[in-house]
Antibody, heavy 118, light 110 residues
Framework: EVLLVESGGGIVQPGGSLRLSCAAS????????MHWVRQAPGKGLVWVSR????????NYADSVKGRFTISRDNAKNTLYLQMNSLRAEDTAVYYC???????????WGQGTMVTVAS | QSVLTQLPSASGTPGQRVTISCSGS????????VDWYQQLPGTAPKLLIF???QRPSGVPDRFSGSKSGTSASLAISGLQSEDEADYYC???????????FGGGTKLTVL
């Protein structure tokens, strides 16, 4: 079964840091681009970042550029999102998602909640 | 404010046909294919339509997608109560160099 499982969410103070993980199973992880997408409480989906299969190329939304870093460890089948200088507006459920062949995201994790509050 | 524009709500009665629209720009929908996602309450989004009009295996043929110029549409025929969910369109944007989503349309089955 193809599965993505996020972890690492929690409550953090403004200005703090958090690292999210996304464990992949059931497919050849290194063959796929991976993304992070977030959803603030009661709001819509917002794309955060993407990384190619070998980790050599990354893209970020302007709202997180310079603060967040996406990376992957293909030996561990794991995707990461290092989040620094967190702000209240970063509060959201963070989903990792696999890039599908002809579309954008064919597999999504269950999400992990990040709350930035003092 | 989302880059792709969707009406916030739509509704229909069981058995009816409903259409959800998504408007973008030349750099997004005008240059790339559109996906549609269904999000049931409290769950992760699920791929419904990819490549403008392709259904993943397991998605009923009641769901169909189309694209024209810088706009796209999702049609749901034979509406069922379990179709009550939020629906999002998405596309790559060549100018922003990232994925853009619509704000979502909440579908209510009356």
């Amino acid at each position: 079964e193809v599965l993505l499982v996020e972890s690492g969410g929690g409550i953090v103070q403004p200005g703090g840091s958090l690292r999210l993980s996304c464990a992949a199973s059931g497919f050849t992880f290194s063959s796929y681009r991976m993304h992070w997408v977030r959803q603030a409480p009661g709001k819509g989906l917002v794309w955060v970042s993407r990384i190619n299969g070998d980790g050599s190329s990354t893209n970020y939304a302007d709202s997180v550029k310079g603060r967040f870093t996406i990376s992957r460890d293909n030996a561990k089948n794991t995707l990461y999102l290092q989040m620094n200088s967190l702000r209240a507006e970063d509060t959201a459920v963070y989903y990792c998602a696999r890039k599908s062949g002809a579309g954008l995201f064919d597999i999504w994790g269950q999400g992990t909640m990040v709350t930035v509050a003092s | 404010q989302s880059v792709l524009t969707q009406l916030p709500s739509a509704s229909g009665t069981p058995g009816q046909r409903v259409t959800i629209s998504c408007s973008g720009s030349r750099s997004s929908i005008g240059s790339n294919t559109v996906d549609w996602y269904q999000q049931l309450p409290g769950t992760a989004p699920k791929l419904l339509i990819f490549g403008n009009n392709q259904r993943p295996s397991g998605v009923p043929d009641r769901f169909s997608g189309s694209k024209s110029g810088t706009s796209a549409s999702l049609a749901i025929s034979g509406l069922q109560s379990e179709d009550e969910a939020d629906y999002y369109c998405a596309a790559w944007d060549d100018s922003l160099n990232g994925v853009v989503f619509g704000g979502g349309t909440k579908l209510t089955v009356l």
